[in-house]
């Protein structure tokens, strides 16, 4: 099956989410598959061109080794605002280039702007198409006054795919309430590689290397550092509390708008107890995971975090961890209650918790290893089992 996929995000430096998983396990069951991305970032690259031109990548491999993806780049004009507003242009030629050329038997789109055009296109063509949903995705606009737009796109795309994908019971309430149809949702979860992540890992030496000794309790968050994370309010809660739990150490891997207001708290607090690693290549985190005592995701509850559940908590929980996090309806409907998820009202509650865990012999333990029975029924390949039924059966219906 030849399989067109079209983001809004750059392939190579997000994730791997689920699309990555996905389509490089199709890729390894011999599927063709091509994506069309978005250097999303290119702010952030030293050198910048006013114009860029359209680039192939072929035989990528993202998360599974021997997977061989071709992505392809449209150019884009690296100016803000006019980045997006040239996406209608570059990406519409593109799309319609792969429709030509690539003849997909099934286009999945994963992002906004370049969804709705390419959902556009595969009706006018007579290819299926299938939204696959794994935000609530306008909500995700950095430009508050555009959310309206997305909103409008979002909505459109999902009231007129043949087909709408999502990873959780409450992204699927979100999508029907959107405009999609009811009967066309499917609610396909997130998955882990249970080889990968497993609590056998041995991190004596990261530990080590880190500072941290074997009576230190450590708390891990891994991901991208947005202002409503919490981890703002945990690192400062911490830093009250660090005299009396001086072996509570709180790790944090990765970057974001947060990474340097989280190094200054560290600096105007001599807070040595917190410990920030930049972005890591993903076949170490399973060691900085196997490095942690407890997991966390002490989000805020607000509109982009209370719909989702991110596959790290698939990862955290396949590692053996106990995952400390807010009420998210999305977290609370996925793993429900004494399946390894222990939930706290507002993250300054966190620490609080940690500390009865810690005061409850073997409790610790006995999360952790509830919340690996838990996700082991969510292998990779098995997700991906199901989503290949329903791409062959979308596309056997043209």
Known sequence: MRILAVQESDWFERGPLQQHHLMEKLSLRNHEIRVIDFEIIWKKKPRRELFSKRTSFCNVSKAWKGSKITVIRPGILKVPLLDYISIIFTH????????????????????????????????????????????????????????????????????????????????????INMGADREKVYVIRAGVDLKRFNPRINSFRLRESLGMGKDDVVLFFMGLLYPFSGLREVAIELAEVKDEQPNMKLLIVGEGNLYHELQQIKKDNSLQQLILVHWQPYEKIPEYIAASDICLLPAHNNEVMRNIVPIKMYEYMACGKPVIATRLPGIMKEFGHNKGVIYVDKPTDVLKKVVELHNDDGATRKWG???????????????????????????SKI
Request: with cysteine; proline share 3%; hydrophobic share 45%.
């Open 369 to 395: 290893t509830t919340a690996r029975k838990f996700v082991e029924k969510y292998s990779w390949d098995k997700i991906t089992d199901e989503f290949e039924n329903i791409l062959k059966a979308t596309a």
């Open 92 to 175: 519409s030629t593109e799309i319609w280039r792969q429709i030509k050329e690539f003849k997909p038997n099934v286009i999945v789109g994963f992002g906004i702007l370049n969804t709705y055009i390419a959902m556009r296109m595969a009706k006018f063509y007579g290819i299926p198409f299938i939204y696959y949903l794994i935000d609530a995705l306008h909500t995700l606009i950095p430009i508050k006054k555009f959310r309206h737009i997305g909103k409008a796109l979002e909505s459109a795309t999902l009231r007129e795919s043949g087909l709408v994908c999502v990873i959780n019971e409450e992204l699927k309430r979100y999508a």
